[in-house]
């Protein structure tokens, strides 16, 4: 599991989402199974584990317990799976997800996630049945439709001339075609930086991951019994966004409803005041913890 994927924040994740050692949990984003491993370790015999992902290299890189279903499918469904699968929603104790792209993902050049592999095929999809490519984004959209990609998903400052330069190019089919058809818009001492941003805004459009993060909490709603718990650890700021105001409302767009008493209606209670955030130690051992953020809630009773 360590080779194919490092865990983040994993003790205190499973130690905030257990709270029931014979209960139904849930792994949204299975991954490498590390928090997959540690959350059964804490379960007694009659403890169950559902693990999804939508990358079959994942679900076939598998862990072997008979407590664990590993399910291939986006985590956007989980109200649809407990529905089939237990003949009711409301059925699972906890629900954990690790919205970050795996080390697998990134360290496989084939898979185009990462500029760090030059010739790459530019692909990104997670999972690999989908269609769209990143290939297919910044050959086939126009530039209007690409700013707006780089702007909202990457924050890119210069998205326009970015746009503009990708349009220009004529056919990009490989991470070092896109890196060299922007080349001149990113200054070589932001060069990383810049590029991290950009591809995380491909990526996140390709695997339409924001409209998968918003149905997926819309299920742990639906799914999650009173006194469970939902854990979730987001990597850059519309993920952390969209599940701060989904805790503290109810609701993805963070507007407040309030019952007669004035009181903001929402299911959730927050366990974790403030995110929380990787040691020192453990983003010295794994850089790509640096910017993972742990919020957790707890279903009210009364919800």
Same mark, same amino acid.
């Given at each position: 599991?360590?080779?194919?994927?490092?865990?983040?924040?994993?003790?205190?994740?499973?130690?905030?989402?257990?709270?029931?050692?014979?209960?139904?949990?849930?792994?949204?984003?299975?991954?490498?199974?590390?928090?997959?491993?540690?959350?059964?370790?804490?379960?007694?015999?009659?403890?169950?584990?559902?693990?999804?992902?939508?990358?079959?290299? $994942? *679900?076939?890189?598998? &862990?072997?317990?008979?407590? +664990?279903?590993?399910?291939?499918?986006?985590? !956007?469904?989980?109200? =649809?799976?407990?529905?089939?699968?237990?003949?009711?929603?409301?059925?699972?104790?906890?629900?954990?997800?690790?919205?970050?792209?795996?080390?697998?993902?990134?360290?496989?050049?084939?898979?185009?996630?990462?500029?760090?592999?030059?010739?790459?095929?530019?692909?990104?999809?997670?999972?690999?049945?989908?269609?769209?490519?990143?290939?297919?984004?910044?050959?086939?959209?126009?530039?209007?439709?690409?700013?707006?990609?780089?702007s909202l998903y990457?924050?890119?400052?210069?998205?326009?001339?970015?746009?503009?330069?990708?349009?220009?190019?004529?056919?990009?089919?490989?991470?070092?075609?896109?890196?060299?058809?922007?080349?001149? $818009? *990113?200054?070589?001492? &932001?060069?990383?930086?810049? +590029?991290?941003?950009?591809?995380?805004?491909? !990526?996140?459009?390709? =695997?339409?991951?924001?409209?998968?993060?918003?149905?997926?909490?819309?299920?742990?709603?639906?799914?999650?019994?009173?006194?469970?718990?939902?854990?979730?650890?987001?990597?850059?700021?519309?993920?952390?966004?969209?599940?701060k105001n989904f805790?503290?409302?109810?609701?993805?767009?963070?507007?407040?409803?309030?019952?007669?008493?004035?009181?903001?209606?929402?299911?959730?209670?927050?366990?974790?005041?403030?995110?929380?955030?990787?040691?020192?130690?453990?983003?010295?051992?794994?850089?790509?913890a640096r910017s993972?953020?742990?919020?957790?809630?707890?279903?009210?009773?009364?919800?």
């Amino acid at each position: 599991m360590s080779e194919y994927h490092t865990p983040v924040l994993l003790e205190e994740s499973i130690s905030f989402l257990v709270t029931n050692p014979e209960g139904i949990y849930a792994d949204a984003t299975f991954g490498g199974g590390g928090h997959t491993a540690l959350l059964l370790s804490r379960l007694l015999d009659g403890g169950r584990v559902i693990a999804f992902d939508r990358d079959i290299d $994942a *679900i076939e890189n598998g &862990l072997k317990d008979p407590r +664990l279903t590993l399910v291939h499918n986006n985590f !956007r469904f989980i109200e =649809n799976y407990a529905v089939h699968e237990f003949g009711k929603s409301r059925v699972f104790d906890g629900v954990l997800a690790d919205l970050g792209v795996s080390s697998h993902q990134f360290d496989t050049p084939g898979r185009g996630f990462s500029f760090r592999f030059e010739e790459a095929p530019l692909d990104m999809r997670m999972g690999q049945e989908a269609q769209l490519t990143a290939a297919d984004v910044v050959n086939t959209y126009p530039e209007e439709r690409l700013v707006s990609i780089l702007s909202l998903y990457g924050e890119v400052e210069n998205s326009r001339q970015i746009a503009r330069l990708i349009k220009a190019a004529g056919e990009i089919h490989t991470t070092g075609d896109l890196d060299r058809a922007i080349a001149k $818009a *990113i200054p070589q001492n &932001l060069a990383h930086k810049i +590029l991290a941003k950009i591809y995380q805004a491909l !990526r996140i459009e390709v =695997n339409g991951e924001m409209r998968s993060l918003e149905k997926f909490l819309e299920g742990t709603a639906a799914t999650i019994k009173p006194g469970g718990r939902l854990a979730v650890i987001s990597y850059h700021s519309l993920e952390d966004r969209m599940v701060k105001n989904f805790i503290r409302t109810g609701r993805i767009d963070g507007v407040e409803t309030k019952d007669i008493y004035g009181r903001v209606s929402t299911p959730w209670e927050a366990v974790t005041r403030k995110p929380v955030l990787p040691s020192e130690s453990e983003i010295a051992g794994n850089t790509r913890a640096r910017s993972a953020k742990l919020r957790v809630a707890e279903r009210r009773a009364d919800a």
